[in-house]
């Protein structure tokens, strides 16, 4: 394969919507996700009325990347090659006696090969976007709830009640009944919440349009959900700039599920409407599947193997499945490229000039934890000083083997000539080549990492 990558190379260029076009302000983002689950549980479930107070402190245990063991209530995070590298139970952090015990530097139970480990199953949880995120803070506060009020519990069953809160605050439905917390108050105050796009993004897209290339939306957000967000960010008439919008896509799904298993649907108001044999023609639509939209691009383009780059922030949603179902060209927006500096966050300013969150916020999600240190690479837990201890994440691993290239956001390229030549990543080359604009410094001052 091409050592480079190219937008002019394309036909095709293809966008998830949130945390992708749209930036959401995580730190009041995360709080209001928290609160839409907290106050369901506790209200509808008759969970400890303590999981309702949150304080900034608490937000340090959110890490992407993480997985939460279903059964017995333990976070972990994992090495590439498939060994525990720090555990939690709950919010309490296994010291590193209690971590070899556990785990004792073997594979992970569930572990299997990168294409084998689905990041959703009945027995564990990978927390892999920004959306996520606030349910690990929760998930973990009620493993400690239910450990202190049942004397030490040690196997849960607390996820119906999750799955519930999913179903409460986010089902179709919701938007237009105003149920549950979250869309109400998105709507009430959207630029609380919500980034408008930067002008060289849309001038960046207008561009794209203008090159002959064909735009599409591929979001798992309902089409309600998707037009409050686009007309906030882009304006009015974002229509105008994508050829095909779809909505309710239900990624992976979308990608890894046959026609028959997932076919489109027309939309009115909305609403869907009818099921379609095939896709035609451009335009609005709901659910579907991968392999009829590109026999649409093929009719569209004139071509039999058009080439399509989609841009998305979930390994598990969106850049996995459209690399390994799709082979599409996959663009990974990483935002802890500008949380993860050599290992600090990132600071633009003094502390004292930026004031404290206020109340209950959220640091920025994409910051550093102190409590599960670096998203890229990390040493086995107590042996810190030992030679040949520092692993790649198994979530940092993945990108490289899926994702074209990774940046911080659209707004990183957007100023860029279209034929601009991006290094991709390329098991021949450097595990950094595909970090634009730079590799986390983190991952350039350990270049050599042990994996076994």
């Not at 749209?22 to 709080?31: M, Q, T, V, W």
């Not at 995070?77 to 296994?94: E, F, I, P, Q």
């Amino acid at each position: 394969m091409a050592q480079h990558f190219s937008l002019a190379a394309c036909d095709v260029v293809g966008f998830d919507l949130d945390h992708t076009l749209c930036r959401y302000n995580l730190p009041e983002s995360a709080l209001l996700i928290y609160n839409s689950f907290a106050q369901f549980l506790v209200k509808e479930k008759g969970y400890d009325k303590e999981l309702l107070t949150v304080t900034p402190e608490d937000w340090d245990f959110c890490c992407k990347g993480l997985a939460l063991d279903l059964e017995d209530g333990n976070f972990i995070k994992l090495a590439d090659n498939g060994t525990v590298l720090r555990a939690s139970h709950g919010t309490k952090m296994m010291a590193p006696e209690a971590l070899a015990e556990e785990y004792g530097g073997k594979e992970w139970k569930h572990f299997m090969s990168d294409a084998g480990m689905a990041c959703r199953s009945g027995k564990y949880y990978f927390y892999d976007n920004y959306f996520d995120l606030p349910g690990a803070l929760l998930c973990a506060r009620v493993v400690d709830s239910l450990t202190k009020r049942n004397n030490g519990q040690k196997t849960f069953d607390f996820w119906k009640d999750i799955v519930a809160g999913i179903q409460h605050n986010y089902k179709m439905s919701a938007f237009k009944e105003n149920c549950g917390i979250y869309f109400p108050e998105i709507k009430r105050d959207p630029g609380r919440y919500l980034h408008t796009c930067p002008e060289s993004v849309k001038k960046w897209l207008q561009q794209l349009k203008n090159a002959g290339k064909i735009l599409l939306l591929i979001t798992s957000s309902h089409s309600d959900y998707c037009r409050l967000l686009c007309e906030y960010i882009l304006g009015n008439d974002f229509t105008d700039l994508f050829d095909i919008v779809i909505t309710n896509a239900l990624k992976p799904g979308f990608f890894s599920h046959s026609p028959s298993q997932r076919p489109f649907w027309t939309l009115e108001n909305d609403e869907e409407q009818e099921a379609l044999p095939s896709l035609d023609k451009p335009g609005w639509y709901s659910q579907g599947n991968a392999v009829h939209l590109y026999e649409l691009l093929k009719k569209m383009t004139g071509k039999n193997e058009p080439k399509v780059v989609y841009f998305g922030d979930s390994m598990h949603s969106d850049i996995f499945p459209a690399r390994h179902y799709s082979n599409w060209e996959t663009v990974l927006i990483l935002e802890e490229l500008r949380g993860d500096r050599d290992g600090k966050p990132e600071e633009s300013e003094p502390l004292e000039k930026k004031g404290k969150y206020e109340g209950q916020k959220a640091k920025p999600l994409n910051a550093l934890s102190k409590k599960w240190g670096s998203f890229f690479i990390d040493s086995v837990s107590g042996l810190e000083n030992t030679e040949d201890s520092l692993f790649s994440t198994w979530s940092c691993k993945r990108i490289s083997t899926y994702s074209t290239i990774a940046i911080p956001s659209i707004e990183a390229i957007a100023e860029l000539p279209l034929d601009y030549r991006f290094s991709r990543f390329s098991s021949s080359s450097s595990k950094t080549a595909g970090y634009y604009p730079n590799p986390p410094l983190i991952l350039s001052n350990n270049e050599t990492l042990t994996t076994k």
